[in-house]
């Protein structure tokens, strides 16, 4: 069975936006690094994913470089990902990065104004400009690298510009997260978003036309799902089996998303680096996670939507099998301005668009091209 692991570094929260090592965090030691390889290469050798989380990943640069290196030693098959906010990066790092096959996913929240929004350093100063010379970097060094991009309702007006900011960058995966967790999201937020949306699938309609290569999260499931009806199902949630995420102390949860602080959210940990997962809890909560609410079986959209993310309910209702109001108005807004981009595209015969949705080795191509 394939699983990613994920590695949790350091587990203060503030570094997402600070930008600079906190004054206190709990980090993880290299023995908890090296024990969490010991368990995968013993439970997981198979083709497993280790990906490196912060706070902010590289404030633990010798870590990761040793953690990887060990893994070497070990039986198995990894392939290894880290996510970073990219102030840290440099040459140094990133010549490694390729030589141990180390993929670098970099956080940016659009283009200037919406990047400097919420993603400021400890004295208030705006984060965008030296960004903007480490996403040049990246690409330099990792042209495909993955962009990660969160839209609140602060930054929703800058959506579709930031999408086009990305693509000029060079970005061609555009990986997009909606910040369910505000409390701003309301009807004008609603109808933003839709708007946002309208125009962002005319930028995807021109480049598509283009012939040119790229992946937009939000659309890319939501197209596939259209296409093949229903042999297909949008964010297939497997809680507690195809991911597993170890906090800095080697406790085990179910995915990052429950990790939090690696203290004050022990209900959730099914196991340990050292004691191994404990089989009882994991099948529970998995299997909690199948019950979906009533509303849900009755929707036209249901095979296709959001709802499906166990991780996202829990932290917006408390509950893994419970949809937040606000996910399902915003998979409404978005399934049918998908399926009408679609629609058009297939119309016009688009060769990229048939290529992506309608050959089933584009995948393979497309990795082989992007390890060129």
Same mark, same amino acid.
């Given at each position: 069975?394939?699983?990613?692991?994920?590695?949790?570094?350091?587990?203060?929260?503030?570094?997402?936006?600070?930008y600079s090592p906190?004054?206190?965090?709990?980090?993880?030691?290299?023995?908890?690094?090296?024990?969490?390889?010991?368990?995968?290469?013993?439970?997981?050798?198979?083709?497993?994913?280790?990906?490196?989380?912060?706070?902010?990943?590289?404030?633990?640069?010798?870590?990761?470089?040793?953690?990887?290196?060990?893994?070497?030693?070990?039986?198995?098959?990894?392939?290894?990902?880290?996510?970073?906010?990219?102030?840290?990066?440099?040459?140094?790092?990133?010549?490694?990065?390729?030589?141990?096959?180390?993929?670098v996913s970099m956080?940016?929240?659009?283009?200037?104004?919406?990047?400097?929004?919420? $993603?400021?350093?400890?004295? &208030? #100063?705006? !984060?965008? %400009? /030296?960004?903007?010379?480490?996403? @040049?970097? =990246?690409?330099?060094?990792?042209?495909?690298?993955?962009?990660?991009?969160?839209?609140?309702?602060?930054?929703?007006?800058?959506?579709?510009?930031?999408?086009?900011?990305?693509?000029?960058?060079?970005?061609?995966?555009?990986?997009?997260?909606?910040?369910?967790?505000?409390?701003?999201?309301?009807?004008?937020?609603?109808?933003?978003?839709?708007?946002?949306?309208?125009?962002?699938?005319?930028?995807?309609?021109?480049?598509?036309?283009?012939?040119?290569?790229?992946?937009?999260?939000?659309?890319?499931?939501?197209?596939?799902?259209?296409?093949?009806k229903n042999n297909?199902?949008?964010?297939?949630?497997?809680?507690?089996?195809?991911?597993?995420?170890?906090?800095?102390?080697?406790?085990?949860?179910?995915?990052?998303?429950?990790?939090?602080?690696?203290?004050?959210? $022990?209900?959730?940990?099914? &196991? #340990?680096? !050292?004691? %191994? /997962?404990?089989?009882?809890?994991? @099948?529970? =909560?998995?299997?909690?996670?199948?019950?979906?609410?009533?509303?849900?079986?009755?929707?036209?959209?249901?095979?296709?939507?959001?709802?499906?993310?166990?991780?996202?309910?829990?932290?917006?209702?408390?509950?893994?099998?419970?949809?937040?109001?606000?996910?399902?108005?915003?998979?409404?807004?978005?399934?049918?301005?998908?399926?009408?981009?679609?629609?058009?595209?297939?119309?016009?015969?688009?060769?990229?668009?048939?290529?992506?949705?309608?050959?089933?080795?584009?995948?393979?191509?497309?990795?082989?091209?992007?390890?060129?």
């Amino acid at each position: 069975m394939h699983v990613t692991l994920h590695i949790t570094t350091g587990c203060n929260l503030s570094c997402q936006y600070c930008y600079s090592p906190p004054t206190s965090r709990n980090d993880m030691s290299q023995q908890t690094a090296f024990q969490s390889i010991d368990f995968i290469s013993e439970n997981y050798p198979i083709n497993t994913g280790i990906i490196f989380f912060g706070g902010e990943p590289l404030l633990k640069k010798d870590l990761i470089c040793e953690t990887i290196a060990y893994s070497r030693t070990k039986s198995g098959y990894f392939h290894y990902k880290v996510t970073t906010n990219g102030i840290l990066l440099d040459s140094d790092f990133l010549e490694y990065a390729n030589k141990a096959n180390l993929q670098v996913s970099m956080s940016v929240d659009g283009n200037e104004q919406a990047h400097n929004t919420f $993603r400021k350093f400890p004295d &208030g #100063s705006a !984060t965008f %400009g /030296i960004l903007n010379e480490k996403i @040049d970097l =990246l690409l330099h060094y990792q042209p495909y690298a993955k962009v990660l991009m969160t839209v609140s309702p602060g930054t929703l007006i800058h959506y579709a510009n930031s999408v086009e900011f990305l693509l000029k960058k060079g970005f061609k995966y555009i990986i997009v997260s909606l910040d369910f967790s505000s409390k701003n999201w309301n009807k004008l937020s609603i109808k933003e978003l839709k708007r946002q949306y309208e125009h962002i699938s005319k930028i995807y309609e021109t480049h598509i036309l283009n012939e040119e290569k790229f992946y937009f999260s939000p659309f890319e499931m939501k197209l596939a799902s259209h296409i093949r009806k229903n042999n297909f199902e949008c964010y297939q949630c497997h809680l507690a089996q195809k991911q597993i995420s170890v906090a800095f102390d080697g406790q085990i949860y179910p995915c990052v998303q429950f990790v939090k602080d690696g203290v004050s959210n $022990r209900e959730y940990a099914i &196991g #340990s680096v !050292t004691k %191994g /997962i404990d089989r009882t809890i994991q @099948d529970q =909560l998995y299997q909690e996670s199948k019950t979906q609410m009533e509303n849900c079986l009755k929707c036209d959209y249901n095979p296709r939507c959001n709802n499906k993310c166990s991780c996202l309910s829990w932290q917006l209702t408390g509950k893994i099998n419970q949809v937040s109001p606000v996910v399902c108005e915003t998979e409404r807004i978005l399934i049918p301005i998908v399926d009408k981009l679609g629609e058009k595209l297939f119309k016009k015969a688009s060769p990229m668009f048939i290529q992506k949705h309608y050959n089933a080795v584009y995948p393979i191509l497309s990795m082989i091209e992007d390890m060129k």
